[in-house]
């Protein structure tokens, strides 16, 4: 049976997907050797709706890894005997690398089980092997994520692990403009963390007219410096800051981040400026930015200042976001939240039970966050008709999710 077959059984004809899977295992028992087998189970319990099994996905996607990594040895050395060159044999490694990585990253989103250092090693492992690659870096860019500059600027303790320091020597060496732009940003990034303030000033003097946002990363790092020491940051910080948030020429990534530092250091209107500015130069990310809004406006009104205005404004991006999508548990969240804060409590139960039957993964964290309100809310209003039901539905989410769920309501 030609394993590519059950691909387009299991895969593309969404309705056998099921049959696709227990033909494919059938398979497996049969060939347990055949690499190509087990990156096909990986990505097919990746494509399954409400699927508990990430970790499994990613146990499948490793199996390939190990057994590509002999077979390709093999094929190195005999390629012509099996009609196999070897630019073909590493376009092969590219499929399971990526594989591998995906379901590294899924595993550590939607399990109760940490997954995110699998996942930077996953995605270190790719880009090695394939440096030049855009959706390498993509995938890497993810997994460091929480390791970004906001540790530092909410002041959270976290350290900035090494490895985008590593990673960001390894790009240096190469001639890519492109990549070489993307290292300097990482270390910029690093020093931040690390507070080597000197360094981002020498980095930044060093940044050819080809990349042209060193001001996004010093004006940041001036910032830490003031918040690290406990200070006030002076006014021509936050100016410069705001001036390049308007720049045509700074990305939309680093808008984003100065739309961030500025909301962690409690000046909601000049976030809220270049957020706005976004919804008109960015229509394509018109979806991730309302939800941006939704959720300053909210964090806004949490510290009492002109609260009817900012869940005016949350509220507004939130009907915005769930017009966009409608199956988006963080949208939803973010609209049952400002219904809450309207003190309309059937409209926030109708949002919160919507983002419970979306069709993402069970384990994502707007379904546990909606289950906590949700659990709560019964519990305030005595109702235990309601509540039995909630739990009920909620176990069958599996008993993973059900865990998750008591651990944060014991933390908060």
Known sequence: ???????????????????????????????????????????????EVNNMESDVAYSAAAWAWMLYESDERNLITNYHRYGKTLKQCAGDRWKVAKTLAYSTLACGKHSSIPGDMDALKAAQRLVHSHPYN???WSILSSACHARTVYTKITKNETVLNNECRRFSEFVANHSSDKLHAW??????????????????AELASKITINFEESDV????????????????????????LENLAFSQSTSLLSKKMISSALQC???????????VNLLKTEPNNRFNILLRIAHLGLT??????????????????????????????VALLLDALCHK???????????????????????CQAKLLSSCLLYN??????DDVALQKLVEDLKGFGTGFWEKMQEILLTN
């Open 377 to 382: 809310f019964y519990q305030q209003q005595n």
């Open 265 to 275: 250091m409690g000046m909601y209107e000049r976030s809220h400026k270049v957020l």
């Open 1 to 47: 049976m030609d394993v590519y077959t059950l691909l387009s059984t299991g895969v593309s004809v969404k309705q056998h997907i099921n049959n696709g899977h227990k033909a494919l295992q059938r398979y497996i028992h049969r060939f347990p050797d055949n690499w190509r087998s087990w990156e096909l189970m990986a990505r097919l319990l990746l494509t």
């Open 183 to 200: 290292a300097t940003k990482q270390n910029m990034l690093s020093c931040i963390i690390d507070h080597k303030h000197e360094a981002v």
């Open 134 to 136: 855009a959706e390498s």
């Open 341 to 363: 804060a309207n003190k309309n409590n059937k409209k926030m139960k109708s949002s919160l039970h919507k983002a419970l039957t979306t069709t993402p993964h069970p384990m």
């Open 217 to 240: 990363f010093v004006s940041l790092s001036e910032c830490d410096v003031a918040l690290h020491q406990s200070q006030e940051v002076e006014g021509h910080v936050i100016d410069e």
């Open 300 to 329: 806004a009104a949490a510290t009492g200042c002109d609260i009817t205005k900012w869940i005016d404004v949350a509220t507004n991006a939130s009907i915005g976001a769930v017009k966009l999508n409608g199956e988006s548990p």
